[in-house]
């Protein structure tokens, strides 16, 4: 599946809550979300209006790490309705 092209860093966040991150602080225009489903995680996210496609690819790849799925698993729970 493709990544979306359109995704703000807010709406990312908002998805990723799906996963149990919640916003722990904001510096600047990067969000900092923590979860602490499978141990604890950080991940820090740009809060921009459109993320790059790299840097959301890497984000994902880092989430999907830590809950030992596939990236192409993440991709499609997060982004198929």
């Known amino acids: ?3 979306p092209r ?7 966040a908002k998805k990723l809550s799906a996963f149990g991150y919640r916003i722990s602080r904001q510096t600047g225009s990067h969000l900092r979300l923590t ?4 141990g604890q995680h950080h991940i ?3 809060n921009h209006l ?3 496609v790299g ?3 890497g984000i994902l790849a880092d989430i999907a790490g830590h809950f030992e799925i596939s990236k192409d698993q993440l991709i499609s ?3 198929e309705n």
Do not use: C, N, Q, Y
């Open 77 to 79: 729970e997060l982004f």
């Open 35 to 38: 979860t602490v489903e499978h």
């Open 50 to 52: 459109s993320l790059r």
């Open 1 to 3: 599946m493709k990544l």
């Open 6 to 12: 359109d995704l703000s860093g807010a709406d990312l």
């Open 55 to 57: 840097t959301l690819s």
């Open 44 to 46: 820090t996210i740009p």
